[in-house]
């Protein structure tokens, strides 16, 4: 299963992206899958973000990023996004998506990670 995150990059503090990850079509039934999005800073344990239902009919998003960042999928192709909006030095993070079966805010939960998209954040 190959999960590929992408969007990262360099933002002044206010600022937005919009990451993606498109989850390899062949090896991978993507709408069997809740998905997520995690966020490990520099020198700090990998955190969660938010998390979406199979079918997008639920949505779950950690106290720190909530009104900022919205988390969405799109089945067809495969593919889930977090838009991340009005950015803080503190959300400078490699941020990850996993898929996995069950609908939960634990990374312990989730079975198939992407690599990381990086997004730096500056003041």
């Known amino acids: 299963v190959q999960l590929q995150a992408s969007g990262g990059g360099l933002v002044q503090a206010g600022g937005s992206l919009r990451l993606s990850c498109a989850a390899s079509r062949r090896t991978f039934n993507f709408i069997d899958h809740h998905m997520a999005w995690f966020r490990q800073a520099p020198g700090k344990e990998r955190e969660f973000v938010a998390a979406?239902?199979?079918?997008?009919?639920?949505?779950s998003d950690s106290d720190s990023v909530k009104g900022r960042f919205t988390v969405f999928r799109d089945n067809a192709k495969n593919t889930i996004y977090l838009q991340v909006n009005s950015l803080k030095p503190e959300d400078t993070a490699v941020y990850y998506c996993?898929?996995?079966?069950?609908?939960?805010?634990?990374?312990?939960?989730?079975?198939?990670w992407g690599q990381g998209t990086l997004v730096t954040v500056s003041s």
């Open positions: 996993a898929a996995g079966p069950v609908f939960a805010r634990r990374a312990d939960d989730y079975l198939y």
């Open positions: 979406i239902s199979r079918l997008g009919g639920s949505v």
